[in-house]
Nanobody
Framework: QVQLVESGGGLVQAGGSLRLSCAAS????????LAWFRQAPGKERELVAI????????YGTESVKGRFTISRDNEKNTMYLQMNSLKPEDTAVYYC?????????????WGQGTQVTVSS
C-alpha cells in the first residue's frame, strides 16, 4: 500500500514557476515507477511525465518538454515536478501516481491532487 500527498500548487502568473511535491508513504517507494498526470476542466486526464526507479524520465506531452522537470528523491520518499515558464493552458489539477502494475496507471495509487492555476 502506498499513500501519496501532493503539495505546492497555487495561483501564479504566466511565465512564473511552481514546484509540486508528492510525499509517499510505504517502503516500496524506491522500487516504484511514478508519474504526474493532470486534468483541466472539461478535458481528459493527461500524462505529464513518468520517472522510473532508476530515474529515467519520459514526458507524456510535447507541450511541457523544456519547461517541466520530473525528479525523485528516494531517501525522502518524495517526487517533484518543477514547472517553469508556466502558461494559462497548464491550469489543471495535478496528480501524482505510483504504478502498481506495469503499464496500468488506472489501477495505481493516486494522490488527492493539487490545483495549479496560471493567470494570463
Amino acid at each position: 500500500q502506498v499513500q501519496l500527498v501532493e503539495s505546492g500548487g497555487g495561483l501564479v502568473q504566466a511565465g512564473g514557476s511552481l514546484r509540486l511535491s508528492c510525499a509517499a508513504s510505504g517502503r516500496t517507494f524506491g522500487r516504484t515507477t511514478l508519474a504526474w498526470f493532470r486534468q483541466a476542466p472539461g478535458k481528459e486526464r493527461e500524462l505529464v511525465a513518468i520517472i522510473n526507479l532508476i530515474g529515467s524520465v519520459t514526458y507524456g506531452t510535447e507541450s511541457v518538454k523544456g519547461r517541466f522537470t520530473i525528479s525523485r528523491d528516494n531517501e525522502k520518499n518524495t517526487m517533484y515536478l518543477q514547472m517553469n515558464s508556466l502558461k494559462p493552458e497548464d491550469t489543471a489539477v495535478y496528480y501524482c501516481v505510483a504504478q502498481r502494475y506495469p503499464g496500468n496507471w488506472n489501477s495505481g495509487y493516486w494522490g488527492q491532487g493539487t490545483q495549479v492555476t496560471v493567470s494570463s
